[in-house]
């Protein structure tokens, strides 16, 4: 009687898996469908992921950039850094094209950047008004209709991370962005939610977001085959994130305000 028990709640609960993603896929295509800069660009949405080091694209982004991509959005990476700490930089550049390869995203659409004064370095404190102005001169080179990047707490509370957020953030209270720019702070979950893989899909499906965006078993696999190509980075610890993080299934995003208030978008 147990085992039958287990067997019908394991059941029930790949089928409300199943029922939230493709309810998911139907809402997120009507969501990029409403965005106000629709057709600025003829059919495609421009969409800026603005990431520290080559591997927070798919470590942290992942899930959010394969589906923006099946809903037809021209995904582009600003990546400030190679991610030269350990005097890897070369190969940590040709990796992260290669992770972007797997996601979707031509190497057109990638650039990074390498500045003395945006060392990688989890101690570093990179300026704002540096990197504000970085990104700010990348959102003029193309009218971008959407930026993401992480939130105040930067998802693993590296400070270069941080850094980005509060130059957007600094961004939002000017007048540099593209009109009708949309700018999405990804959400840091506590170290529960964080690591308790699918799992985690309805929590975050229920809890209220500005942009969530969830992959299936597909999916996962592609994030899993990009997370792959970064051989330096691939140490014991990062097959358990790989396996376990939420990150690799769900992403959720809130809006960084700036001027009217917008609707949501799921």
Same mark, same amino acid.
């Given at each position: 009687?147990?085992?039958?028990?287990?067997?019908?709640?394991?059941?029930?609960?790949?089928?409300? !898996?199943?029922?939230?993603?493709?309810?998911?896929?139907?809402? !997120?295509?009507? &969501?990029?469908? @409403?965005?106000?800069?629709?057709?600025?660009?003829?059919?495609?949405?421009? #969409?800026?992921?603005?990431?520290? *080091?080559?591997?927070?694209?798919?470590?942290?982004?992942?899930?959010?950039?394969?589906?923006?991509?099946? %809903?037809?959005? +021209?995904?582009?990476?600003?990546?400030?850094? =190679? &991610?030269?700490?350990?005097?890897?930089?070369?190969?940590?550049?040709? =990796? !992260?094209?290669?992770? %972007?390869?797997?996601?979707?995203?031509?190497?057109?659409?990638?650039?990074?950047?390498?500045?003395?004064?945006?060392?990688? *370095?989890?101690? @570093?404190?990179?300026?704002?008004?540096?990197?504000?102005?970085?990104?700010?001169? *990348?959102?003029?080179?193309? @009218?971008?209709?959407?930026?993401?990047?992480?939130?105040?707490?930067?998802?693993?509370?590296? +400070?270069?991370?941080?850094?980005?957020?509060?130059?957007?953030?600094?961004?939002?209270?000017?007048?540099?962005?593209?009109?009708? %720019?949309?700018? /999405?702070?990804?959400?840091?979950?506590?170290?529960?939610?964080?690591?308790? +893989?699918?799992?985690? !899909?309805?929590? +975050?499906?229920?809890?209220?977001?500005?942009? #969530?965006?969830?992959?299936?078993?597909? &999916?996962?696999?592609?994030?899993?085959? @990009?997370?792959? %190509? *970064?051989?330096?980075?691939?140490?014991?610890?990062?097959?358990?994130?790989?396996? /376990?993080?939420?990150?690799? /299934?769900?992403?959720?995003?809130?809006?960084?305000?700036? &001027?009217?208030?917008?609707?949501?978008?799921?």
């Amino acid at each position: 009687m147990f085992m039958w028990l287990v067997v019908i709640v394991v059941v029930a609960y790949v089928v409300c !898996l199943k029922c939230i993603y493709y309810r998911h896929r139907r809402s !997120l295509k009507h &969501g990029i469908s @409403a965005l106000p800069s629709l057709g600025r660009h003829g059919v495609e949405i421009e #969409c800026l992921v603005v990431t520290a *080091h080559p591997d927070d694209e798919c470590m942290f982004f992942g899930p959010t950039i394969i589906r923006l991509i099946e %809903c037809n959005v +021209s995904v582009h990476v600003l990546c400030l850094s =190679e &991610g030269n700490y350990h005097n890897e930089g070369a190969q940590r550049k040709q =990796e !992260l094209f290669n992770s %972007c390869a797997k996601l979707g995203i031509p190497s057109s659409r990638i650039t990074i950047l390498d500045h003395k004064k945006l060392p990688d *370095h989890p101690k @570093a404190e990179w300026k704002v008004s540096l990197v504000a102005s970085i990104i700010a001169k *990348h959102l003029r080179a193309r @009218a971008f209709d959407m930026v993401l990047t992480f939130d105040g707490r930067g998802v693993s509370g590296h +400070s270069n991370h941080v850094t980005i957020y509060k130059a957007v953030r600094h961004l939002a209270s000017t007048d540099q962005l593209p009109n009708d %720019c949309r700018l /999405f702070s990804l959400v840091t979950v506590g170290l529960l939610r964080k690591y308790v +893989s699918f799992f985690e !899909l309805p929590l +975050s499906w229920l809890l209220p977001s500005s942009l #969530c965006c969830i992959v299936g078993a597909k &999916g996962y696999r592609q994030c899993k085959a @990009a997370m792959l %190509c *970064h051989h330096t980075q691939l140490v014991w610890f990062r097959y358990l994130y790989i396996t /376990f993080s939420r990150y690799m /299934f769900v992403n959720t995003f809130q809006m960084i305000p700036q &001027g009217p208030k917008v609707n949501q978008i799921y």
